[in-house]
């Protein structure tokens, strides 16, 4: 069965890039706009992992991550942020937030494949 | 000059032969791939090797003419210059120069020096364009030519240690450390070994963290950032040490190879190697003493046991490898030579093998027996020889296609599939003709021009794709394009022109595409200098019928054409039937025999005379053997009908017998005999008596033209 990858970001272009490059590789993708937004569609959907931007409106990435790490059913749910080069702080914060791991943006398709592939197996 | 140097030329020689068209295949790619390193540094090192070693031997104007090559091509190897088709062109041109002064070297025709000098000069031209000039470049290629330290280029396999230490709380970012272990085990040869012994007792265990650890030893050839890669998420908060335990150099004999006190004793004959062994057998292993002791645990001593093992494993395959890439040059006529000594010994063998089976006894048997099994892995080991991959040849199209393409102002790319497809030698040199004819047909009739292509709405650039495939004990070839495929109207009319077919004849699609490997047949308008060089396609089809082979064709119009070749994989060895008339015996390629049935008087008296058989509701007409070769006597009262199949058309033979399959060392006929139709060789079975091999698709040719002789006067 194929895994299910969430996109979290509040630009409909990045969803969209992601959603595509994901799909073309065979992954079944769930779109959010906020953090808010995708902690509502975690729960009852069966997501293996989240892709999400840090600066969004609502609810933010961080706040996300650490909303999912305690959240006792989604804990172990791997994590990958998108960064910008110039937010190595932000990059630390998630981390110690309980990030599983990084891209940093802009990045190529194979790129996020690479990424998804080291933290989905 | 001493014999030794001489020798050392001709090996010179015979390498920078086989260095050109590696060069060729790689300059071919890299026009393809034009930022690909590996092509760039291959291009590269062929240059030097051409160039250093010429130098070495006294080939001075190779090693001048080359060093201008090289030099542009280190620039673009240090990304001062790119891969452009000039420098392609440029390239191959300088190529075949290089070639041509071999074989001046070699007694053949004087080279255009004017042609070298403009070589140079273009090359000048292209570097002079880098910033700084080229003379700086000139002088980094002289500088990496005297240190020869192309070598260190190549990666090379290092084993390394990684201790992969994680946090505890590893789990809640979210990662899985087996994924990390798996991604280390897709860089190479790893062995992981799983330390539990910070693991605390269940009252303590926190089931959320991790405790465990792990040391893994990996030997690899991508280097230690490769490694560092896969860590890269977690390298802040894990405990993560990598280090390097066998550089896979060479071990140096002062270093490590040092003698252990017992072999230094036993050298002075102060023990006996006995007495050592069994006074070390009552020692305990270090690892034991050690976790007895509590120093270290088992885990620890497992962990460092397997990294001794990877290191001793990798150096093995090592000196395996080197062993393995030793190879040794023969003559061919001494592989020749050596193949018609199998035969012979074949031949013997089936001798011993009959006087043994009415001998009756049972020691005589069990030798013959072994020697029979023996003389059949000699045989196999001997074809095997033989059997070079078709690859080489495959090469050579390409640069076919290209320049012929060039030429004609058409865009051509050729694919290859199945180049490691192994051949008998001879067969493959047997083999370019036609297939250069095939492809050159392809090319210049069957491609359209770019602009055809787009009106027909296929894609600008025409493809030929080359195919090499094993299908039992033959090798199938297919060449086939997108181009227009063949015109069967034009085929038709040619044929009726040229008197070949009657104007009234109804004729199926095979049989018009025979058509076109008839003597004399063309259908170009024009000659040009590709195709019409005054051989047609028959050439190709004598040549492949004299290789035992068969050629199908298939077109469809607009779509292409695929000529599919089937030959078999070796010429010296034919596996037949064998069967007996009266007293001759005969053999039948049994590739071509479909099946055996029984011709019985009735059978006969019912075809009122002519010679047909029923066979399954199917008229089978029938050769016999008797009457074509004159052989006097009379036929027992059930003969036999071998049916083979030739060109799409069912034919029997008519036999007494049918003894048997029977695998057959081809002689050829003498001087006297060669020219005889319908036998294509001989073989001598066990007793010493000879079997001729029948060529059946001759045989049948002849009794057709015969028949069609004395048919004509009855129908007048």
């Known amino acids: 069965m194929s895994k299910t990858i969430m996109t979290v970001d509040d630009s409909a272009s990045v969803r969209q890039m992601v959603a595509f490059t994901l799909k073309g590789a065979g992954y079944t993708v769930v779109e959010a706009v906020d953090g808010k937004d995708a902690l509502a569609k975690l729960k009852g959907a069966q997501v293996n992992m989240v892709i999400t931007d840090l600066n969004m409106p609502n609810m933010d990435g961080i706040s996300l991550i650490k909303a999912i790490r305690s959240d006792a059913a989604l804990k172990f749910l791997p994590i990958v942020m998108l960064t910008t080069e110039s937010q190595d702080t932000k990059k630390k914060e998630g981390k110690s937030a309980g990030a599983t791991g990084w891209i940093v943006k802009p990045f190529k398709p194979d790129q996020l494949l690479a990424v998804v592939k080291k933290v989905l197996g | ?716």
Not at chain 2, 60 to 83: W, Y
Not at chain 2, 142 to 151: L, M, N, P, R, T
Not at chain 2, 584 to 597: A, G, N, T
């Open chain 2, 1 to 716: 000059m001493n014999g030794g140097l001489d020798q050392a030329i001709e090996a010179y020689k015979e390498e920078a032969q086989e260095l050109l068209s590696e060069l060729e295949t790689s300059l071919l790619e890299l026009e393809e791939s034009p930022e690909d390193i590996e092509l760039i540094s291959r291009v590269f090192r062929a240059m030097h090797t051409i160039k250093g070693s010429g130098a070495m031997f006294g080939f001075d104007k190779i090693a001048h003419f080359t060093h201008e090559v090289e030099t542009a091509f280190d620039l673009v190897r240090n990304g001062q210059l790119s891969v452009t088709k000039e420098l392609i062109n440029l390239t191959l041109l300088a190529r075949d120069q290089i070639r041509a002064m071999l074989e001046e070297y070699g007694g053949g025709a004087r080279i255009d020096e004017s042609k070298s000098a403009e070589i140079i000069k273009g090359f000048k031209r292209i570097m002079q364009k880098v910033e700084g000039g080229t003379e700086g470049a000139e002088s980094a290629a002289s500088a990496k030519a005297g240190s020869e330290a192309d070598e260190s280029d190549e990666a090379k396999s290092v084993t390394y240690r990684v201790r992969f230490k994680p946090d505890h709380d590893l789990f809640m970012s979210g990662t899985n450390p087996v994924l990390l272990l798996n991604e280390l085990r897709e860089l190479g040869q790893t062995i992981v070994i799983a330390q539990t012994q910070d693991i605390p007792i269940l009252k303590e265990l926190e089931p959320e963290k991790c405790y465990t650890f792990w040391d893994v030893i990996l030997t690899t050839d991508k280097g230690i950032n490769a490694i560092k890669d896969v860590f890269v998420f977690i390298e802040d908060s894990s405990d993560i040490s990598i280090d390097e335990i066998d550089s896979g150099e060479d071990v140096d004999e002062l270093g490590e190879n040092y003698k252990k006190l017992g072999e230094i004793l036993v050298e002075r004959g102060d023990v006996k190697t006995d007495d050592l062994r069994k006074v070390l057998g009552k020692q305990k292993k270090v690892g034991e003493i050690l976790v007895e002791s509590g120093v270290v645990n088992e885990d620890q001593v497992r962990s460092a046991l397997a990294e001794q093992k990877q290191v001793k494993q990798v150096r093995e395959s090592k000196q395996k490898m080197e062993a393995a890439s030793a190879s040794i040059r023969v003559p061919s006529e001494k592989l020749d030579s050596l193949v018609d000594l199998v035969g012979e010994l074949v031949t013997v063998q089936a001798r011993l093998s009959q006087v043994s089976s009415s001998r009756h006894d049972a020691n005589l048997t069990s030798i013959a027996e072994e020697v029979e099994r023996l003389t059949w892995e000699l045989r196999d080991s001997t074809m095997g020889i033989r059997m070079l991959p078709i690859g080489s040849t495959f090469s050579k199209f390409k640069r076919l296609v290209r320049d012929l393409s060039l030429e004609l102002g058409k865009d051509i790319a050729m694919t290859t599939e199945g180049a490691e497809t192994e051949l008998d030698k001879t067969v493959i040199e047997r083999l370019n003709d036609p297939l250069v004819h095939i492809i050159r047909n392809s090319i210049d009739h069957g491609i359209e021009s770019p602009e055809d292509r787009v009106k027909k709405g296929k894609p600008k650039e025409g493809t030929i794709h080359l195919t090499a495939q094993h299908s039992g004990a033959s090798v199938l070839i297919t060449i086939r394009d997108d181009g227009k495929g063949l015109d069967k109207e034009a085929i038709v009319n040619k044929a009726i022109k040229n008197e070949l077919v009657a104007p009234d004849a109804v004729l199926s699609e095979k049989e018009i595409f025979a058509l076109i490997f008839e003597p004399g047949f063309s259908t170009a308008q024009k000659l040009t200098s590709v195709s019409g060089r005054g051989v047609g396609m028959d050439v190709v089809k004598r040549n492949i019928d004299a290789l035992r082979g068969n050629i199908d064709v298939k077109s469809t119009k607009d779509k292409g054409t695929t000529i599919t070749l089937k030959l078999p994989l070796t010429l010296a060895i034919i596996d037949g039937l064998l069967v007996k008339v009266e007293t001759e015996f005969f053999v039948l390629p049994l590739s071509l025999v479909e099946e055996c049935v029984e011709l019985t008087k009735e059978v006969i008296d019912k075809a009122h005379g002519r010679h047909v058989a029923n066979v399954r509701e199917e008229i089978v007409p029938y050769i016999r053997i008797r009457e074509f070769f004159n052989i006097t006597g009379k036929s027992p009262e059930i003969e036999q009908i071998v049916i083979v199949e030739v060109e799409d058309h069912r034919v029997g033979f008519v036999v007494d017998y049918v003894i048997g399959e029977h695998q057959t060392v081809i002689k050829s006929l003498g001087k006297v005999y060669r020219g005889v139709e319908g036998v294509s060789g001989a073989t001598i079975l066990g007793d010493g008596t000879v079997a001729l091999i029948l060529d059946v698709p001759k045989l049948v040719k002849a009794v057709e033209i015969e028949e069609n002789q004395t048919m004509v006067p009855q129908l007048s």
